[in-house]
């Protein structure tokens, strides 16, 4: 028992995040681009961040040295629609070199639709707010489904709305960096944006559904609240279960956008902005259940006192509680309630990490944050739950949004004045991993 045999060891990035290239061979701005100025720390930015764009066939290659089985990344929008209804096929060049290059190298390319730059064109327009970017985003998807889906399966149609809608319009901590003020404007803006990003991802699934060439399998790459049980009691995980899936919802509960997606359902406050026809638009076939996990959120008492932080508890360079068990109750409650296979889409950590004088990078705590999660999984698959793969966050250091450059979630270090690569501890601890399909942690 333990982890399928076609069990899918895979890294994750994003297009913003390690591209670079950004006003490369035809590329339009998206809002990350254009607007993050005096948002970031140092002034950082992803101009060039990981030069991913030309560097990419030895990024390939270094994950064929791991052993990696599956490449998740995502297609920059306005790279291949740099103007509305505008196609670049130097942008769409670029992917489609990429997948060849992955598929010669063994690895399964899996591609995500949307991660965050939006191109400006569709933010003048009102970004997610505006009305017509679901249709807008279906005609993108087109476009891709037509350029790769000879040869990619795996689809992914929006990354973490949560943080795009969240932060991007309410918090304004991401681009487009607007900030709300909780009032009735806000709220009338708020029920806009999740419905259109709901419309965008049912309407992105058809035109895969249809148009793709590969039978594909498709799913979104969601995070949000998941609470875990305190206590191995039927009770305490009931417990657990109703914090994680209870109440009306907000954009920082994963079923405030996964029930509309897999179960058709709106909560009560949803049903005041969503119809039975935007239901049915929104609620289409998935293959899977992919899940962005980094930790669990805490239960506070009655009284405020959260006896699950404590001083000086184990915390990752981004003060994130490291807590081993979150893959195993993430895949257990979303499947469950969702009945889709798991899939991993991120879970990884950022660590204080640089080049030592022996030339090496040394991550003993990246190495035991992957074990200690890989385990909790391991223990649900071994439950039960289907588990289609894991996707550790990320193959590179990159950009990490508002935190610049700082915060290293890599197997692999970027030194970003010689662009150099090198392989972490921890990434040769995971090819071992993969090398026995999970039998060795
Ligand atoms: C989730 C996001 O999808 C990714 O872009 C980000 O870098 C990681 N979390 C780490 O914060």
């Not at 990024?59 to 089985?69: F, N, P, R, W």
């Not at 508890?313 to 003060?319: I, Q």
């Amino acid at each position: 028992m333990g982890f399928s045999n076609n069990f899918l060891w895979g890294a994750a990035t994003a297009a913003y995040q390690v591209e670079g290239a950004y006003d490369t061979d035809g590329k339009g701005m998206g809002i990350w681009d254009a607007l993050s100025a005096g948002h970031v720390v140092h002034g950082d930015n992803g101009n060039i961040a990981c030069d991913h764009y030309r560097r990419f066939r030895e990024d390939v290659a270094i994950m064929k040295s791991l052993g990696l089985k599956a490449y998740r990344f995502s297609v920059s929008w306005p790279r291949v629609m740099p103007e509305e209804g505008k196609v670049n096929p130097k942008g769409l060049t670029f992917y489609s070199v990429l997948v060849d290059e992955l598929l010669a190298a063994g690895i399964e390319p899996m591609v995500t639709l949307f991660h965050w730059n939006l191109p400006m064109w569709a933010h003048e327009k009102g970004g997610w707010a505006w009305e017509g970017i679901s249709d807008a985003f279906a005609a993108y998807a087109k476009v891709v489904v037509d350029a790769l889906s000879d040869r990619v399966s795996y689809w992914m149609t929006i990354n973490e709305p949560c943080c795009f809608i969240g932060l991007g319009y309410l918090t304004g901590d991401h681009a487009p960096f607007e900030r709300g003020n909780g009032g009735p404007e806000d709220q009338k803006k708020f029920a806009a944006l999740t419905r259109n990003t709901l419309l965008a991802h049912g309407k992105a699934v058809r035109v895969i559904r249809e148009k793709g060439k590969k039978p594909p399998k498709i799913g979104a790459a969601l995070n949000g609240n998941l609470y875990e049980p305190r206590g191995n009691t039927p009770e305490a995980i009931e417990e657990a279960r109703v914090r994680t899936f209870g109440g009306d919802g907000s954009f920082s509960d994963v079923h405030w956008w996964a029930d509309p997606m897999i179960l058709g359902k709106a909560s009560k406050l949803q049903r005041t902005f969503l119809s039975d026809g935007d239901l049915a638009v929104i609620c289409q076939k998935l293959d899977f259940f992919g899940y962005n996990s980094y930790h669990t959120s805490n239960f506070v008492d009655d009284d405020g006192h959260n006896p699950e932080v404590y001083p000086g508890m184990p915390r990752t360079a981004m003060g994130w509680p490291i807590t081993p068990n979150a893959l195993r109750w993430a895949a257990r409650f979303f499947y469950d309630r969702y009945r889709l296979p798991i899939l991993i889409t991120e879970n990884g950590m950022a660590n204080c990490d640089f080049v030592m004088g022996d030339g090496c990078v040394h991550d003993p705590q990246r190495a035991e944050y992957i074990r200690g999660y890989l385990a909790g999984l391991k223990q649900t698959v071994e439950e039960g739950v289907p588990v289609l793969g894991y996707l550790y966050w990320s193959l590179l250091d990159n950009f990490e949004w508002a935190f610049g450059y700082d915060k290293r979630f890599g197997l692999v270090h970027v030194d970003y004045r010689t662009q150099k690569r090198t392989i972490k501890d921890s990434a040769y601890m995971y090819r071992e991993i993969i090398r026995t399909n999970g039998a060795e942690m």
